[in-house]
Each structure stands twice: as structure tokens, then as C-alpha cells.
């Protein structure tokens, strides 16, 4: 088999700076869609977390259907990089009318407003899958896409961070129509501008022909691939604990310590002192440690994390110092998170070897689809469950100027604290256990897979071309 090249670091570079826009996109629409619905919009959490729900399970049909349709294109730029383009374009658009405001009547809204919602996670999809599926594509070693995956996690979640941050900026203590759609028109020019660097200057070197996979032969895909099982199980757990404390996490600081302004400092420390140091960290974490020892370290501090968190906001929610543990706690959680965040994208590129191995064909998007349904499932579950917090612990609606419409009750406050520090351990804890037991692709079994995959490729005459 012809070994890649070495990926030219500028490559890397022009590669990753498209997650910063995709991500940020990402970031505004999960961590801010649902308070604008529900605050500004007028919807109902509860009903809205339930849509939420279903349409990630729609995703769920759908993200597999695009990775199929990926993987089927042929054409003179590679199969990646043109529906990166159509999917930016459309979702840019979409974005917009998202955080647009129309004189409807409330059950027009529900209908706009979830059908924007809908339409927004089909476009996100069309530019999510191939962005993933291109680093196998990039490079076959496994040290470059340690590399390559760790950069382009940096720069993608420092793009859901940035949004974490400026937004609460931006838009103050003013949570107007005019506001969010100033934010809807600033991610689509910053989604575009960024992912047109990842579509003109990232080459596809590693092609490998492959058959055209039916609709019908994407269960095939799944059903045949135990580690993307094992994968799906451990990851969309751990997707979920993060989600939710991302999401919720505004609500903990306006509603329960009234200091909306220290979500943004938050989400600072967290994601640059923490996620983005251990993104930074992971090709040098992974070599030295190896990548089993570090995910179950990221899942042990995760729980530690939250521990913290809870403890000390149940046990001294008035004490001036609360947010000493709730920064450590925070810090510790974003940590682990950027570990896995570059792990799992480099698991799913030896799973989609390993399903290579195994079957004897190869399926980067559609094995690249769960990652992206993944992320939007947890998002859509942590819907759910802030819709069933806000419901359950009475909590008001606010008006423009971001005040709530009356007082919180303690038993909301805590209502709110369990959901975003206490609930969350219990996703990681399973998470924990199924990988232990069933993810396997590490070490000499790995190793061996590779090398026999190799000889496979030579046997079939599919050596990958360089291109």
C-alpha cells in the first residue's frame, strides 16, 4: 500500500479553520435556539424540547441517508468538499430565518419556527458528515490524524466556545428580536467565510474506490460494524453529560446565582484553559499513555467534575465563594470533553478501517453520520430535559430586559441545579463501563487490523491513490 504523504502543516491549518464558523453555528443554535424560542418567541420549553426530540430521531434516519449520498458521489473535486459547499450555502440561509421575527399567529410560530429548526439540522448535516469524513481522506497514518484530528477539534470548539462567549455579549441584558437576528446573521457570514478556506485548500490524497451502497445497505453498515456500536453507546453518553451542562448552564447563572454575566467567563475558562489545553495535549497524551488509559481518565475527572459541582452548590448554594468549586468543577468537566472530542473523531477514522477490514468495503460517511447525529441527539435529549426542568420547577418566563416574571422558588433553583450537575453522572458512569467492555480497536489488535487491512487492499488491487 502507497503510505500518505506528509500533510503540509498549512493544509492542517486551512482544514481545521472551518470547524471555527460549522461550530459556531453549532454553538448558537444548541446553546441559545432554545432560550430564544422560548423567551423571546413565546414557545412553550416543554413542547419545544419534545419537537426537539423528534426531530433528532428524524436526524437520525437522515444523517445515515446523507452519509450514503456522500459516499455515492463521484465527481471531478472528490466527493467531500462539494456537499460541504451546498450545505454551508443552504444552511447559512436557513440560519437566518431562523432568528427572523414574523407577525404569525402562536400556532403559525410553532409551524415556522420548528420547520426552520428541522431544515437547519438537514443543511447542518450536509456540511457536518463530509467535514469529518475528509481526515481519513487527509492521511492514513495514525500519528498525522492525531494531529490533524486534535487541530481541527481545537478549532472547532474553540468556535462553540466563542459562541458561548460573545453571545451573552452581545446581545446583554437586551433579549430582543432584533438582537438574535443580528447573532443568526453573524454566524452564517462567519460559517461561510470559514469553511470556504477547508473547501478550497484541503486535498483528498487518500481515494479509495469503493461500491455504491444502497439505502438498504446502511443498516448493513451499522448492524455489521460492532465498534461503531460500542462507539455510538459510549459517546452519545458522554455527549449527553456535556450537552447538558452547555445548555443549562445559563440558566444556572441567571436564574440561580443572578450573575448571567459569569456564564460567558465560564465558558472562557472551560473551553480555552481547559477543553482547548487538552486538545492541544492529546497527540502527546495519547502516545505517551496510550488511547484506552486517557479516555477513562477523561470519563473519571468528568464525574469528579460534576461531583464537585453539585456538592458544593447544594451544600453552600449563598456561600461567597460557591463559584471557586463551580470554576474547578467547570474546568475539570471542559477538560475531559476536549479529550474525548478528539478521540472519538479518531476512533470513528480507525472504526471506518475496521468496518473496511471487516467487510471488505469501505463507508467514511456513513460511519462519519453518528458523530453528527450524536451531537444532535444530545443536544435534543438535553431539550428535553431543560423543557422538563423549566416545567416541573415552575420556573418564569423573563422579560426583554432578561428579568424573570417572578420569584424562583429553592426547589426550582435546585430543580435546575440537579438537571445540569447531578444528572449529568449518571450518563458517564455507563459510558465508562461500555467502553471498557466493548471497544477494542487499540494496541496490538489495532495494529494488526491495519497491517492486514494493507495486505487487503493490495489483494483487491484498491492500494489508495495519492493524489
Known amino acids: 500500500m502507497a503510505r500518505s504523504l506528509d500533510v503540509p502543516f498549512a493544509e492542517k491549518i486551512a482544514y481545521s479553520f472551518g470547524g471555527v464558523g460549522k461550530d459556531f453555528v453549532y454553538g448558537v443554535t444548541f446553546s441559545f435556539y432554545t432560550i430564544f424560542l422560548n423567551q423571546v418567541v413565546g414557545l412553550d420549553p416543554l413542547i419545544t424540547g419534545f419537537f426537539f426530540f423528534a426531530a433528532r430521531v428524524f436526524d437520525g434516519i437522515n444523517d445515515p441517508l446523507m452519509g450514503t449520498l456522500v459516499d455515492n458521489t463521484r465527481t471531478r473535486w472528490g466527493k467531500f468538499r462539494p456537499w460541504m459547499a451546498i450545505g454551508v450555502l443552504l444552511n447559512a440561509t436557513i440560519l437566518v430565518l431562523m432568528f427572523s421575527g414574523f407577525d404569525l399567529s402562536l400556532l403559525g410560530k410553532y409551524y415556522f419556527y420548528f420547520t426552520m429548526y428541522l431544515l437547519w439540522g438537514i443543511t447542518y448535516t450536509l456540511m457536518d458528515i463530509p467535514y469529518w469524513s475528509l481526515i481519513p481522506a487527509i492521511s492514513a497514518t495514525k500519528d498525522e490524524r492525531n494531529v490533524i484530528s486534535s487541530l481541527a477539534r481545537l478549532f472547532s470548539y474553540g468556535g462553540t466556545a466563542l459562541a458561548g462567549v460573545l453571545v451573552p455579549i452581545l446581545i446583554g441584558d437586551d433579549w430582543s428580536m432584533e438582537n438574535f437576528l ?33 439505502f438498504r445497505g446502511i443498516f448493513k453498515v451499522f448492524s455489521q460494524n460492532d465498534q461503531l456500536l460500542a462507539y455510538i453507546f459510549t459517546f452519545g453518553l458522554f455527549y449527553l453529560s456535556s450537552q447538558v451542562m452547555s445548555m443549562a448552564g445559563v440558566y444556572y447563572f441567571q436564574i440561580v446565582l443572578n450573575r448571567v454575566e459569569l456564564m460567558s467567563l465560564f465558558l472562557l475558562v472551560g473551553g480555552a484553559g481547559g477543553a482547548g489545553v487538552s486538545m492541544l495535549a492529546y497527540p502527546l497524551l495519547a502516545n505517551k499513555f496510550g488511547r484506552r ?4 481518565f477523561a470519563m473519571a475527572i468528568t464525574v469528579l467534575g460534576f461531583a464537585i459541582m453539585s456538592f458544593f452548590s447544594y451544600v453552600f448554594p449563598e456561600h461567597p465563594y460557591l463559584l471557586v468549586p463551580v470554576f474547578i468543577g467547570g474546568w475539570l468537566v471542559f477538560f475531559a470533553l476536549g479529550i474525548a472530542a478528539v478521540g472519538s473523531t479518531v476512533m470513528l477514522a480507525d ?97 494488526d487490523i491495519i497491517e492486514d487491512l494493507h495486505e487487503q487492499r493490495k489483494a483487491r488491487g484498491q492500494a489508495p491513490d495519492e493524489e
Open 351 to 447: 472504526v471506518v478501517d475496521y468496518g473496511e477490514w471487516k467487510n471488505g468495503y469501505r463507508t467514511e460517511n456513513i460511519i462519519f453520520s453518528a458523530q453528527c447525529f450524536l451531537y444532535k441527539f444530545a443536544g435534543a435529549f438535553t431539550s428535553v430535559i431543560i423543557g422538563i426542568t423549566l416545567r416541573i420547577g415552575n420556573i418564569p418566563t423573563l422579560d426583554p430586559e432578561g428579568i424573570p416574571t417572578q420569584a424562583v422558588t429553592e426547589f426550582g433553583e435546585n430543580a435546575i441545579i440537579f438537571s445540569l450537575f447531578t444528572l449529568p453522572i449518571f450518563f458517564v458512569i455507563p459510558a465508562a463501563l461500555i467502553y471498557m467492555k466493548y471497544y477494542k480497536l487499540n494496541g496490538k489488535y489495532h495494529e
Open 293 to 296: 488509559s486517557i479516555y477513562l
Open 182 to 214: 443580528n447573532i443568526g446573521f453573524i454566524s452564517a457570514i462567519l460559517c461561510v467565510f470559514t469553511m470556504l478556506f477547508t473547501i478550497t485548500f484541503t486535498r483528498e490524497r487518500i481515494v479509495i474506490p469503493t461500491e455504491k451502497i444502497s
